[in-house]
C-alpha cells in the first residue's frame, strides 16, 4: 500500500470519528432538550393516552441510549426481502437495495431524508452562489491592492475589509434589504419565489449579504499573501529577466499564493452548505439553517440531529478536499515524507 493511500485512509478513518462524535452529541443534546415535542405536536390539550401513543409511534418512550442504538443501527442499512414495507417508510434508497435512514419528523410529519433532499439543493444554491461572490469580489480587490501596494486604493481596501469583517451578517442584510428592495424596489425583500425567474432575483440578496460579508477576508488574505510572494527574490529575479507585469502578478506570485486562499474557499463552501443560519432566517430562504432553526425551537429531535450530521458530514468532506487540492497545487507538498504524517 502506498503512502499516499495510507494517508487517505487515516483522513477519512478520522472523518468518521468527527461524523460519530458530532452525531452523538447533537443526538443526546436533541433529545436532552427541554419539553415533549409530542406535546408539540399534539398541542397541550391532548389527552395523556393520545400523547402516550404518539411517544410509542415515534419510538420516545424508549431510552436515550436504546434510541441511540436504533437510530445508528438504521442509519444506513441494506433492505431485506423478508422486511416489511413499513419497515423503510422513512428511508431513502439512493443506490439499489442500500437504505437511509434519518427518522420521522415530529412537526412536518414527513421522514428526515425527504426533507434535507428538499432543503439541501437551496442551501446549495446559496453558498455556491455567495463563493462565487467572494472570490469575484474579494479576490479582485485584493489582487489590486497587492499589485497597487501603498497607493490610494490599497489603504481603501484596507478599511472596507475591516468594516465589512467587523459588520455582523444580519446588519448588512438588513442594509441591503433596506437599499435594494424597500427603497429602490430592485429586488424581493424575501421569499423563494415560484417561477425560475423569480427564484434567481430572491438568491441576489442573501448571496450578496454572505458575499459581501466573506469578500472582505478573501481580500484581506488575498492581498497579504500576495504582497508577501511578490517581495521574494526570485519575484525580483523575474523581473530582471523582463517579465511583464501581468506575467509577474499571475505566474509567478497569484499562483504561488493560491494554496491559503483555496483553502480557505473549500472549507467556507463546507460551511455555507452547512447552512447560514442567520442569513436564510433573515431573508427566508428555505434551506437547511431555516429548517435546523424551526427544528429546534419546536424540540424536533430527528431533523436537529439530521441537519447536524449533514452539516458535520460537509464540514469534513471538504476538509478532504483541501488536502488533496493543496498537495495538488503546491508540488512541494508531493514529498514522500508529507504523505507519512
Not at 443526546?28 to 406535546?39: E, F, I, S
Not at 472596507?160 to 425583500?189: C, D, E, K, M
Not at 430572491?202 to 466573506?214: C, K, N, Q, R, Y
Not at 460537509?314 to 488536502?323: P, Y
Request: hydrophobic letters at 50%; glycine letters at 8%.
Amino acid at each position: 500500500m502506498s503512502a499516499a493511500l495510507r494517508y487517505l485512509l487515516r483522513r477519512l478513518g478520522w472523518a468518521l470519528i468527527v461524523i460519530i462524535g458530532v452525531g452523538t452529541v447533537a443526538f443526546v443534546m436533541a433529545r436532552k432538550l427541554p419539553g415533549d415535542p409530542t406535546r408539540m405536536v399534539l398541542g397541550p390539550q391532548a389527552r395523556p393516552a393520545d400523547v402516550k401513543r404518539a411517544r410509542e409511534i415515534y419510538g420516545l418512550d424508549a431510552s436515550v441510549w436504546t434510541q441511540y442504538a436504533k437510530f445508528w443501527s438504521r442509519l444506513i442499512h441494506i433492505h431485506g426481502d423478508a422486511d416489511r414495507p413499513d419497515d423503510h417508510v422513512t428511508c431513502a434508497n439512493p443506490i439499489g437495495p442500500l437504505h437511509i435512514d434519518l427518522g420521522f419528523s415530529h412537526r412536518y410529519r414527513k421522514p428526515v431524508v425527504e426533507l434535507i433532499a428538499k432543503k439541501a439543493p437551496r442551501t446549495f444554491e446559496l453558498a455556491i452562489a455567495a463563493l462565487l461572490l467572494q472570490a469575484l469580489i474579494g479576490l479582485g480587490a485584493g489582487i489590486t491592492a497587492a499589485y497597487r501596494r501603498g497607493s490610494w486604493w490599497d489603504q481603501l481596501s484596507i478599511g472596507a475589509t475591516l468594516i465589512g469583517v467587523s459588520a455582523p451578517t444580519f446588519v448588512l442584510g438588513l442594509t441591503l434589504q433596506y437599499v435594494l428592495a424597500h427603497r429602490l424596489g430592485w429586488l424581493p425583500l424575501d421569499g423563494y419565489g415560484t417561477t425560475t425567474s423569480e427564484q434567481l432575483r430572491s438568491l441576489v440578496l442573501p448571496a450578496l449579504t454572505l458575499g459581501l460579508f466573506g469578500a472582505a477576508l478573501y481580500a484581506r488574505l488575498s492581498r497579504d499573501e500576495l504582497a508577501q510572494t511578490l517581495s521574494e527574490d526570485y519575484i525580483r529575479t523575474a523581473r530582471a529577466k523582463g517579465a511583464s507585469p501581468a506575467r509577474v502578478l499571475v505566474v509567478h506570485g497569484l499562483r504561488n499564493a493560491l494554496v491559503p486562499i483555496t483553502t480557505l474557499l473549500v472549507l467556507d463552501l463546507g460551511t455555507l452548505i452547512g447552512g447560514a443560519i442567520v442569513t436564510e432566517k433573515l431573508f427566508r430562504w428555505p434551506g437547511m439553517g431555516a429548517m435546523a432553526v424551526d427544528a429546534m425551537v419546536n424540540r424536533d429531535g430527528p431533523v436537529i440531529f439530521g441537519t447536524v450530521l449533514f452539516s458535520a458530514l460537509a464540514i469534513v468532506v471538504a476538509s478532504i478536499l483541501v488536502d488533496v487540492l493543496t498537495v495538488a497545487l503546491d508540488p512541494r507538498l508531493r514529498r514522500p515524507e508529507r504523505s507519512a504524517t
